[in-house]
C-alpha cells in the first residue's frame, strides 16, 4: 500500500496570503492519480483537484495542483477565510487507495 | 445536482451487526461505481470498500475483508454496507461517495454524502 505523507500538519496564513501544501508518496504514482480535498469543521470532504492538477467542478481557480512521481503540492494563491479546514490527499494509483493524514489550515 | 443521503448508523456493542444504506439521486446510478469511506472521531479518511456499477466487482480494505460487505440494488438507487462481527475500532462516520467511472477500479470521489455515525462500544 502506497503511504501518503502530508505537510506540514497545521498551517497557520492570513487572508490574502499563499499557501502551499505538501503531499509525498512512499512510491511513485501511477499516471499521477492523486486528489485533494477539502473538508471543513462538520461536515464531508469535498473534492477539489483530481489527476494531479485538475481543478474539479466549482473550485475556484485561487486552486491549483502540480507535481508528478512522489511530490505533490496543493497550493491556494489568495487565502480567504473560508479556507479554513482540513486537506487531504488520496492516491488512487495503486491498489488500495489511500489517503493522507491531512494538513489543518488555519486562517489567522 | 447530485445528492447522497446516508442512513443506518447506530450505537451497538462489540460483536453486532448493522447494514447501512446511501440512496443516491440527481445522476444515473447504475453507471457509476458506489464507495464506503470512514473517518474514526478526530482521526483521517479511510477507503473502506467499493463496487462497480453493474455490481459484479466488490473490493476491499484489509481491515474490513470478511467482516463488511457492500452490495447495491440499482432498481432503488441505493447502496449497502452490511457490518458483521463490529469492533470497537470501527466507531467512524462512515461516508457514501460517488466514483466518476463504472469500472469496479477505485478512482477519486467526485461527491460525497453527510455520512452516519457507527459507535461501537460495550
Known amino acids: 500500500e502506497i503511504v501518503l505523507t502530508q505537510s506540514p500538519g497545521t498551517l497557520s496564513l492570513s487572508p490574502g496570503e499563499r499557501a502551499t501544501l505538501s503531499c509525498r508518496a512512499s512510491q511513485s504514482i501511477s499516471s499521477n492519480y492523486l486528489a485533494w480535498y477539502r473538508q471543513k469543521a462538520g461536515q464531508a470532504p469535498r473534492l477539489l483537484i483530481y489527476?494531479?492538477?485538475s481543478r474539479a467542478t466549482g473550485t475556484p481557480d485561487r486552486f491549483s495542483g502540480s507535481g508528478s512521481g512522489t511530490d505533490f503540492t496543493l497550493t491556494i494563491s489568495r487565502l480567504e477565510p473560508e479556507d479554513l479546514a482540513v486537506y487531504y490527499c488520496q492516491q488512487y494509483g495503486s491498489s488500495p487507495t489511500s489517503f493522507g493524514q491531512g494538513t489543518k489550515l488555519e486562517i489567522k | 445536482e447530485v445528492q447522497l443521503l446516508e442512513s443506518g448508523g447506530d450505537l451497538l456493542q462489540p460483536g453486532g451487526s448493522l447494514r447501512l444504506s446511501c440512496v443516491g439521486s440527481?445522476?444515473?446510478?447504475?453507471?457509476?461505481?458506489m464507495n464506503w469511506v470512514r473517518q474514526a472521531p478526530g482521526k483521517g479518511l479511510e477507503w473502506v470498500s467499493g463496487?462497480?456499477?453493474?455490481?459484479?466487482?466488490?473490493n476491499y480494505a484489509d481491515s474490513v475483508k470478511g467482516r463488511l460487505t457492500i452490495s447495491r440494488d440499482n432498481s432503488k438507487n441505493t447502496v449497502y454496507l452490511q457490518m458483521n462481527n463490529l469492533r470497537a475500532d470501527d466507531t467512524a462516520v462512515y461516508y457514501c461517495?460517488?466514483?466518476?467511472?463504472?469500472?469496479?477500479?477505485?478512482?477519486?470521489?467526485?461527491?460525497w454524502g453527510q455520512g452516519t455515525l457507527v459507535t461501537v462500544s460495550s
Open positions: 463496487i462497480s456499477g453493474g455490481g459484479a466487482t466488490k
Open positions: 461517495a460517488k466514483d466518476p467511472n463504472t469500472s469496479g477500479r477505485t478512482d477519486y470521489f467526485d461527491s
Open positions: 489527476g494531479a492538477s
Open positions: 440527481g445522476f444515473s446510478f447504475n453507471n457509476y461505481a
